[in-house]
């Protein structure tokens, strides 16, 4: 037997024990383990066996590394049987995260324990998957069918105590120590004389079923979930628990598995699993670089992004003070926290006594004096270069050495706001996202003296507070804003050719935006962008640019706060509504600038506007702006809503072709004669070379 799987006999009791780290997944090797061990089992003296992990967690899934390589036997289905037609009882002993092909594991042993603090989960659909090892037949027979719809449609993890009451778990393990307090109940089961409990003898009984429930959910998943074939399929594999026997539901669920590990989407949702987690690592910064301890944290600036980023903290048990410019600020910041906190209550998602520990975490001040000991500071006050700076010379002065100067600015330079204190080495960007509580990305920005223990530091507190980390280096708008500009331009510019704005938008929606950028813009607020470029004479050149947004806000439609701006708003619902007024002001705009208006396909709107942000972020990665393609894509699905099944922008140039991206941009370069269609040199030599981004980035990297 392997060092990987192990098995003991203990008593009357055959412990297996999987050590394969980090996350105990399900390699070809632990199969074979779980397979030999589970054949001794049956001729020796044990009565019953306990199955459980090493490390951090148990078994957290198939091995996602070996998808898309050649079978290699045992396949999991086979080892399940094993576990399943034990003449000998098994007990999956839980802690950490059972996920995916992990928890249908767990499933086809007998009856499954767990420490409190565990968690269980069918996360497939977020890999563009189903369960496909048993768990979309077994889940539905334990907990009935709509909480295991709920459960694998979403792909969110249930807790353990949770998991216990819908009866996906036998016991909660109340013993600190897991094997003792499972083997404890292994005995407990023998002695008792508790019976085999195979959940494929168990069946879903139809009438549990209300008519039409699977018809509404496809609808409502096809809505929430666009452009991904999972959530359908999952469908249609519990409604195979409910119509088939078992086995043949296996097959039904096998089959649907394999149509989806072939497909696009699949492949596009793996690679942003591993591009998420290659993200977070920086490529100078050795793995063992040190890093400082934060405990506590300031942020300076309590508006918009000030109030969510202190409820980060706040969520994780780090102390927050928030520092406002008066008191009246001051207050009105906190409460905002305290509604937004009351709304999340009020949802069922936060328990009062919660909400009261992390307010409770939250102080305020006007005085500078009251953070001179904190860990980290986080300025957030308003966009303003000379602004940022003299409060950097005041937390330079004020703030006790060693702590973290950042700066959650979306678009001013790092460097400069460094240059005004006296430790340039401390000072860091850290850009987050609005709603900051619950937008995922992060945005490291990289100073050019940032130290390397900083940027450690910055790195494993943004995972900690839940976020996914990317790296920048400086430049105007970062990453995500700098490329977001050339996306917004041709949404715009795309009226002025004859689209509606409802046309522009549903074409972005289809291919899996969750909002389309004029929509977007409405929700932000066109003023805020209006002001932006008066603060950049140089954008101001061409008249076209963006003159729908600026005739906008001229007419005083600022967006969804004025109640009108590319649409008009129902006031009740938010509903949006195409608005003739807006249609007429185009066509106007279009007659001045002589442009002649025509029919424009989805596939150039598409085109349109999704090839300018690869164009640059071509520019970005050959500036060493991003580390890699895959750090721009998990920026751009992460922070921007880009849609996961299509890999984010990077992925989706390589998967279309770079040549024909390039032969597109200098299409449209020739048509508008504009210098902002010039290709980027790198996408022009990777085209010529018949390379994708990918290989590009491979071959960087030796
Ligand atoms: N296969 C291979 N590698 C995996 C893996 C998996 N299922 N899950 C995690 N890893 C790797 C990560 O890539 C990472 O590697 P790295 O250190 O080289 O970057 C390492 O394990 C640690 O992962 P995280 O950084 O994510 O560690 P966390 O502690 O933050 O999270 C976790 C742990 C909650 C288990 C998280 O990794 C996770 O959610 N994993 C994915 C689980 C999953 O999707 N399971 C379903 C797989 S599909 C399946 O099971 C099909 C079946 O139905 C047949
Ligand atoms: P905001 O206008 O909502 O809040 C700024 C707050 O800073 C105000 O409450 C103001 O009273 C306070 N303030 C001003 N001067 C101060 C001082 N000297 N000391 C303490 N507090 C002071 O602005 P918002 O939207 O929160 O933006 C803040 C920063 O975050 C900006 O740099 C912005 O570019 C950036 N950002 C904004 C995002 C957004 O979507 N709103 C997204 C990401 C970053």
């Known amino acids: 037997m392997s060092d990987i799987v192990t098995y003991e006999l203990q008593g009357n009791i055959g412990i297996i024990r999987v050590n394969s780290p980090p996350v105990n997944a399900l390699s070809q090797a632990v199969r ?44 999991l289905p086979q080892v399940l049987d094993a576990l399943e037609n034990s003449s000998k ?20 042993c007998h009856y499954r324990c767990a420490l409190a603090s565990a968690q269980v989960g069918l996360p497939e659909v977020k890999l563009g998957l189903l369960p496909g090892a048993g768990g979309t037949q077994r889940t539905p027979r334990l907990s009935g069918v709509k909480f295991a719809l709920d459960m694998i449609a979403s792909g969110n993890p249930v807790a353990a105590v949770r998991a216990r009451e819908v009866g996906l778990l036998d016991a909660i393990i109340e013993d600190k120590d897991l094997l003792v307090g499972a083997m404890a109940y292994a005995k407990q089961l023998v002695e008792s004389g508790a019976p085999m409990k195979r959940i494929r003898d168990l069946s879903v009984d139809p009438q549990s079923v209300e008519p039409g429930f699977f018809e509404e959910a496809r609808k409502k998943l096809a809505a929430r979930a666009r452009g991904q074939i999972a959530p359908d399929r999952i469908v249609s594999c519990i409604e195979a628990a409910v119509a088939m026997p078992m086995d043949e539901g296996l097959l039904r669920e096998r089959e649907l598995f394999i149509e989806l590990m072939q497909s696009p989407e699949s492949a596009a949702m793996r690679h942003i699993f591993f591009a998420e987690r290659q993200a977070a690592k920086i490529k100078d910064l050795p793995k063992d670089t040190p890093t400082r301890n934060i405990n506590s944290v300031a942020i300076i600036g309590g508006g918009t992004m000030g109030g969510g980023i202190a409820m980060c903290f706040a969520n994780v048990g780090i102390p927050v003070v928030l520092v406002e410019i008066d008191d009246e600020s001051l207050q009105r910041g906190l409460g905002i926290i305290r509604k937004n906190y009351n709304i999340t209550m009020q949802k069922g ?28 500071v986080i300025e957030a006050v308003f966009e303003n270069l000379e602004l940022k700076k003299e409060i950097f010379a005041k937390l330079d002065s004020n703030c006790k050495p060693g702590a973290i100067l950042a700066t959650n600015t979306s678009y001013q330079d ?10 340039p080495q ?38 900690k507070i839940g976020k996914v980390c990317a790296l920048s280096r400086v430049c105007y708008g970062f990453i995500g804003n700098r490329m977001l500009g050339g996306y917004a331009r041709e949404a715009q510019m795309l009226l002025l050719d004859g689209c509606t704005p409802q046309q522009v938008d549903s074409a972005l929606e289809r291919f899996g935006m969750a909002m389309g950028p004029l929509a977007m813009g409405d929700l932000a607020g066109l003023d805020v962008g209006y002001k932006a470029r008066q603060a950049r004479k140089e954008l101001t050149d061409d008249p076209k640019l963006f003159r729908m947004g600026t005739r906008l806000v001229e007419m005083g439609r600022y967006g969804q706060k004025t109640g009108s701006g590319f649409y008009k708003y129902d006031p009740e619902t938010r ?10 002001m185009i066509r106007r705009e279009a007659e001045k600038f002589e442009v002649q208006q025509r029919e424009v396909s989805d596939e150039e709107i598409h085109a349109r506007c999704f090839f ?61 004669g504009a210098d902002y269609w010039q290709p980027a040199p790198l996408l022009e030599r990777l085209a010529g070379e018949g390379k994708t981004f990918a290989q590009w980035d491979a071959e960087r990297n030796g």
Do not use: W
Request: negative net charge; glycine residues 8%; proline residues 4%.
């Open 349 to 376: 998602k936060l328990t009062e006594d919660k909400m009261a520990q992390r307010l409770a975490l939250i102080s305020g001040s006007t005085d500078y004096a009251d953070i001179a000991e904190v860990d980290l």
């Open 32 to 75: 074979q383990g779980l397979l030999d061990a589970i054949t001794t089992a049956q001729a020796d003296a044990s009565d019953a066996v306990v199955l459980s992990c090493e490390g951090r967690t148990f078994i957290a899934g198939a091995d996602i590394t070996e998808f898309g390589k050649p079978r290699r036997e045992p396949m």
């Open 89 to 108: 009882l098994v007990v999956a002993a839980i802690h950490g995260t059972a996920f995916g092909g992990g928890f249908e594991v767990s499933l086809a």
């Open 575 to 584: 509903r949006r509504m195409p608005d003739p007024e807006v249609d007429t």
């Open 414 to 423: 790092v460097d400069a706001i460094a240059a005004a204190t006296s430790r």
């Open 426 to 463: 401390d000072v860091v960007g850290m850009h987050f996202f609005s709603p900051a509580n619950v937008m995922r990305l992060l945005e490291v920005v990289r100073g050019e003296k940032s130290a390397d223990d900083v940027l450690a530091t910055t790195m494993r507190i943004g995972k």
């Open 612 to 672: 300018p942000l690869i164009n640059e972020g071509a520019r970005i990665l050959e500036e060493g702006i991003a580390q890699r393609p895959s750090d721009i894509d998990t920026v751009y699905v992460f922070g921007y809503a880009f849609p996961a099944a299509k890999g984010g922008p990077m992925y989706y140039a390589d998967q279309i072709g770079l040549d024909r991206v390039y032969a597109s941009i200098c299409e449209f370069r020739d048509r508008y």
